[in-house]
């Protein structure tokens, strides 16, 4: 626990640090990556481009320091950083670079207001907070190790089987070359692949597509004009070839409950609801599957879905196109809008466990229709890189 006088220096300094935050952040990372290149592979530099991670880090520094005394407030940011960081395979060697880092970039921009009294103070706030996520994470790592086929670490699968979905998602199944069982996951969560690329090795995430039990693990990739692994996977893995896989993680997984289940995906983010939909197959409730794409050539799991929705009553499916061609049969056309999904939601919108994910723009729309309908915001369930804030339109 941290001292009164600590507690007293740190809150009498968040005003400074938020209006500071973002340019510490962008101080940080160059200062890290240049000190510290062997964490380059954790980090994804896109978001790192777009701002997206200095921002989120900037947010959550504030937060942090914001509640100092009252850490309860945080549980659940520190749940979806815990699953991130154990995600990566993040160390505690790894939280010592970080600090020293951190503590260099506000000495740097806060100048003469960083006095040692308050570099001190933030050293030892950021010291409890490492210590808080070195200890949940240990518990992640040995529940993942523990369980019936799981692991710790890095282990090597072969891809078994590829399958294009669309136009432009395509799937990837792994299975384990020591021939040993594949762990159960919760739906909606995530793996890392670890991939040699041009002599570096990148870590990237990605969603689970398929329910658990099956003796592999899925991921639908979609190929990305930039993307440096998904342009990898689709162009040059083949049939046989390895990867290295850390295991199942996610904050973003499936309540379950006898709610009505609502999936409201957009483009690629169709891929962990494909996941919860296989997973809930078996349960009585309701499931309504929105989907919104550019068009059923570019519409994932099109075809699997209806089948589902001819063979479970419990089952419906919904599908808008923003650019259809002449060919496909869309149920409406256009963008998701409030009215739309409001008629596919039961009478009792509080009664539901809604779920949505997709490209920001999306997400952002989604976001306020889940909000205006009145779904209760403990019944939202979302996976966004950023800050909360951003889905505010």
Known sequence: ???????????????????????????????????????????????????????????????????????GNLSDAVSKIVQKHCSLGILPAQYDAVGSCLLKAIATVLKDAASDEVLNAWGKAYGQLAEILINAEEQVYSQNEQQIGGWRGERTFKLVKRYDESTVITSFYFQPTDGGFVPNFEAGQYITLIVLINGEFVRRNYSLSDAPGTGYLRISVKREAQGVISNHLHDELKIGDCVNLLPPCGHFVLRENTKPLILLTGGVGITPAI???????????????????????????????????????????????????????????????????????????????????????????????????????????????????DLVA
């Open 275 to 389: 996941s919860m939909l296989n997973s809930s197959l078996s349960s009585t409730r309701e499931i309504k599957f929105i989907h919104a794409a550019i068009n059923s050539e570019a519409h994932a799991f099109k075809q699997h879905v209806d089948q589902l929705a001819a063979k479970n009553a419990n089952v419906s499916q919904f599908y808008v196109y923003s650019e259809p061609e002449e060919h496909c049969q869309p149920h409406a056309t256009g963008f998701i809008t409030q009215e739309l999904v409001a008629k596919l939601l039961p009478d009792n919108n509080s009664d539901v466990e809604f779920y949505f994910l997709g490209p920001k723009p999306f997400m952002v729309a989604a976001f306020k229709i889940a909000k205006d309908l009145g779904v209760p915001s403990t019944q939202v369930h979302y996976e966004f890189f950023g800050p909360s804030e």
């Open 1 to 71: 626990m941290l001292d009164s006088a600590t507690i007293e220096i740190i809150k009498a300094t968040v005003p400074a640090l938020k209006i500071h935050a973002e340019e510490i952040t962008k101080q940080f990372y160059p200062l890290l990556f240049s000190l510290h290149p062997e964490v380059i592979p954790y980090f994804n530099q896109t978001n790192q481009g777009k701002g997206t991670q200095p921002k989120a880090l900037a947010n959550a520094v504030i937060a942090y320091g914001a509640n100092i005394d009252k850490l």
